[in-house]
């Protein structure tokens, strides 16, 4: 075993488990040497979940604060009668200073779920269940939501159409990582349904898309970081309580 214990201490982890691996297929019957070996395999368990944890404790500041910048252009809402996750809207895409047009409007919520929303108000219905968003040649769209899906909604006031479609994560597809890449150029918008219907999004919508696309992967890298970080103390723990002495 000193050899593995060698490796194990020049870092050589992977090969440490190999060798460990070996002893367990080839001595089935030495009790003593696969429980030893048990205990340096604990021992490469715990090193490489305190790796772990020192990486993700480095790199967690660095996302909070990423994540802490593009948020300043958020407000937090949350109604806390009927809501147990608050959501993140960009300032220039808050629901009731948009009512009345047509446009693309985006949210990430607390868990870092990413919500896009297809708002389209017009004489003509369209029963859109998808978007494309294009540059040229170059294009994407999301998936489909027909129209009896609870997240596609649509109504009539008086012959004027109102039609609002959610697109969650990867409903979404490629399209908020589009508008990201091209947020200085042009983009078209196509609503396809029924009848399709096109604009652009204006300059002041680019960004505000934009910016809620980098919140989410900075809010999910956050997330995944304080993941890591459990599961390897959790880890820790239950290999330092397996041989902990009784009091």
Not at 14 to 21: F, G, M, P, R, S
Not at 25 to 40: F, G, Q, S
Not at 92 to 114: G, K, S
Not at 213 to 219: D, P, Q
Request: hydrophobic content about 35%; overall charge neutral; proline content about 2%.
């Amino acid at each position: 075993m000193s050899n593995i214990e060698l490796l194990i201490e020049n870092n050589l982890l992977n090969t440490a488990k190999i060798e460990l691996d070996s002893i367990h297929i080839l001595y089935p019957r030495m009790v003593d040497a696969r429980r030893t070996a048990k205990a340096l395999e604990d021992t490469i368990t715990r090193k490489e979940n305190l790796r772990i944890l020192a990486y993700c404790d480095s790199i967690l500041p660095i996302k909070k604060q990423q994540a802490d910048s593009i948020a300043k252009n958020f407000r937090f809402e949350k109604n806390e009668n009927y809501q147990n996750t608050g959501n993140f809207v960009y300032k220039t895409l808050q629901l009731e200073a948009n009512i009345e047009r047509t446009y693309l409007r985006a949210y990430v919520d607390e868990n870092a779920d990413f919500y896009l929303i297809s708002n389209y108000t017009g004489t003509t219905k369209l029963s859109h269940t998808n978007l494309k968003v294009s540059v040229g040649e170059s294009y994407v769209q999301t998936n489909d939501i027909p129209t009896d899906n609870p997240m596609n909604h649509e109504f009539n006031d008086e012959g004027v159409y109102w039609e609002i479609v959610t697109f969650k994560n990867e409903l979404a597809a490629e399209v908020p990582v589009f508008i990201a890449q091209y947020a200085n150029e042009r983009i078209k918008v196509t609503l396809q349904g029924k009848r399709n219907y096109t604009y652009y999004l204006t300059n002041g919508d680019k960004k505000a898309l934009a910016e809620t696309y980098n919140l989410r992967v900075a809010k999910k890298d956050v997330i995944m970081l304080e993941k890591e970080i459990q599961k390897a103390i959790a880890n820790i723990e239950k290999i330092n309580q397996r041989y902990s002495t009784p009091d």
